[in-house]
């Protein structure tokens, strides 16, 4: 057989179909442009589930180009590691959940491998104490044993002194914190029967979590009647470590951060920012990194972001995630938010040896592997951890402090010291119950704010959940306009559901 029948019929072919095809493309809208500001969780996490619900429509049969933009020169954002004395470590977010149901979906999506949280191979075995800057008001029992039945009396015991000390008011502190924790797993029904949120109030209404931000943390645990000491020291201790502040702060991120002290906590092996790195090179993302966003202007049909390098980006859909309250993007028009504080923790690690005497103790060895203190503005530190015991005399350390820890202060706490870094995060919301939350809809056009549910907590988690719900928005109104499609994404409203009881 000869080669030129078939040739011919292929350029025969290709006449007739091409003209189809080019008549095909120039009936549908080109694919609209997405751009994210913003490569933490919650950007790669809203380019994920726009790839993931995706479907054409007639009015959109093109899946949209997405940019991300990330002002340094890694993804991550909060989520980052830092190496000292040859070893990496959690710098920032650095525990999760077992019910973080979308991190360990992603984490079994990238092939991820899960660990259990630093110098903690069993939850129990971690030594802790209260300090309240003269003494230990609280310490548990220390015994380093290689019995496994010697551990676990240590352990009994050490929930005893705990209940001694705390009472029942142990128990009801825990299953507050467990009905909080599944109202929340109602943001992992269906997407075909839970709604999609144009605000921050209306998703924590439906959940039945909005009340818990209107008052604080200490007034919700007044009511269901805790102890005052409970409060005062053991609670306390955990807002220190977990946000940076007192039991003031919000009953919903308060609650959140009692979660944080459950057991079966998790992170991943080789650092939680490998979640946003596989999302973003998982969904046909072009990322364009040490690009930071200056103005986003909307010039009617779209958006304008103008970047540092000097480049202009026409996008059909913004979206902001990451925090506004201490970048400095110009918006035109203007937009207006709530104001909002940062709350500012400096994660200072340290290799080398803490100073018993700083304590009041004879040998490094009483003290414990993690210490809390109270409130009280004397206090210059929130909390110093173990992260890995190397031998006797030598030891990485995290310590937690609103303020920076001075080269002094450290010669004082420490014995010894080889390598110290310092890291100072605008780290979560400064939390004031009745917390009043910025819209997911910046603009009333398609300007999205994943980080307006900062204000109900600051989790990895919690980012991924709003990123979820912003990107089920962008779908319904940018993609689903005017088709049929839309009808089965509900959105929600208190009004709308009265007036569906009343049928
Ligand atoms: C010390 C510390 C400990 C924490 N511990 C935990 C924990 O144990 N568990 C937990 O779940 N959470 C924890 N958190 C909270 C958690 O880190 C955050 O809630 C979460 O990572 C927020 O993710 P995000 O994607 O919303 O924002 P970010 O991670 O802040 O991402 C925003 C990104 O946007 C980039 N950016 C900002 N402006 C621009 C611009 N103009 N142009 C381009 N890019 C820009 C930033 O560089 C950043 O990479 C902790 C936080 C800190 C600081
Ligand atoms: C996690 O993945 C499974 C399987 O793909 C899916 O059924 C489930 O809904 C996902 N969970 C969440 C919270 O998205
Ligand atoms: C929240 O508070 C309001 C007003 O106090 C009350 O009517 C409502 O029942 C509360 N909701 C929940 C879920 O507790
Ligand atoms: C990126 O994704 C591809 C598959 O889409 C995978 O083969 C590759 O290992 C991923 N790379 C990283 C760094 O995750
Ligand atoms: C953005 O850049 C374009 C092109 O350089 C310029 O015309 C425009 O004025 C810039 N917008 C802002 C808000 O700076």
């Known amino acids: 057989m000869s080669s030129k029948p078939s040739f011919s019929f292929l350029i025969l072919f290709i006449f007739s179909v091409l003209p189809l095809i080019f008549c095909i493309s120039t009936n549908a809208p080109p694919p609209p442009t997405v751009c994210i500001v913003g490569s933490g969780i919650g950007g790669s996490s809203v380019a994920h589930f726009l790839r993931h619900y995706f479907h054409p429509t007639p009015t959109q049969p093109n899946p949209p180009i997405i940019k991300i933009f990330e002002r340094r020169s890694i993804v991550g954002g909060r989520m980052g590691t830092v190496s000292i004395g040859g ?10 959940h077992p019910k ?41 029992l220390q015994v380093d044993s290689k019995f496994p039945l010697v551990q676990k009396i240590v352990s009994f015991v050490n929930s005893f002194c705990l209940f ?18 599944d109202s929340f797993l109602k943001y992992y029904e269906s997407p075909e029967t839970r709604p999609v949120f144009e605000t921050v109030d209306e998703m924590l209404k439906w ?36 946000y940076g502040q007192s039991v003031y702060i919000s009953g919903l991120a308060g609650t959140v951060s009692l979660a944080g002290s459950e057991g079966g906590l998790w992170s991943i092996e080789g650092g939680n920012w490998q979640m946003a790195a596989g999302l973003i090179n ?48 110009q918006f035109t028009p203007s937009i207006s938010i709530p104001e909002r504080k940062l709350q500012h923790t400096h994660a200072t690690f340290v290799r080398g040896l803490l100073n018993p005497a700083y304590f009041g103790l004879k040998a490094v060895a009483e003290i414990p592997e993690l210490v809390g203190t109270l409130e009280d503005p004397d206090l210059p530190f929130s909390s110093i951890s173990v992260l890995k ?41 400064h939390y004031e119950a009745p917390e009043v939350f910025a819209p997911f809809i910046l603009d009333s056009q398609h300007l999205y704010y994943v980080n307006a549910c900062e204000n109900a907590a600051s989790t990895m988690e919690t980012s991924a959940v709003a990123a979820e719900n912003v990107a089920r928005l962008i ?16 959105s929600f409203s208190p009004a709308a559901d009265t007036s569906h009881l009343d049928l």
């Open 475 to 490: 779908l319904s109104r940018y993609f689903s306009e005017g088709s049929m499609d839309s009808s089965h994404l509900k």
């Open 207 to 242: 959940a039945g979590l909005y009340n818990l931000t209107t008052r604080t943390l200490q007034d919700e645990l007044i009511d269901i009647k805790l102890s005052p000491l409970l409060i005062e020291e053991l609670i306390t201790v955990i807002t220190r470590i977990n």
């Open 164 to 181: 001694f000390r705390y009472g029942f008011s142990l128990l009801k502190m825990n299953s507050f914190v467990e009905r909080t924790v």
């Open 389 to 429: 015991q190397h031998d006797e005399k030598d030891a990485t350390y995290k310590i937690f402090s609103r303020e920076p820890m001075a080269d002094a202060l450290l010669d004082s706490i420490f014995s010894a010291r080889l390598h110290t870094i310092r890291i100072n995060w605008g780290a979560y919301p």
């Open 282 to 329: 998982g969904s046909d993302v072009s990322l364009h990194l040490n690009e930071k966003i200056q103005s986003i202007s909307y010039l009617g049909e779209y958006y304008e972001l103008n970047s540092t390098k000097g480049n202009s980006y026409s996008c059909d859909v913004t979206v902001v995630a990451t925090p506004l309250d201490e970048v400095n993007i």
């Open 100 to 140: 973080n149901y979308h991190a360990l979906n992603y984490t079994k999506l990238l092939g991820l491998k899960i660990k259990p949280p630093p110098s903690s191979e069993d939850d129990d075995s971690m030594s802790f104490g209260i300090w309240d800057g003269k003494k230990f008001v609280f310490k548990t």
């Open 87 to 96: 070893e990496t470590f959690e710098a920032g977010a650095s525990i999760l």
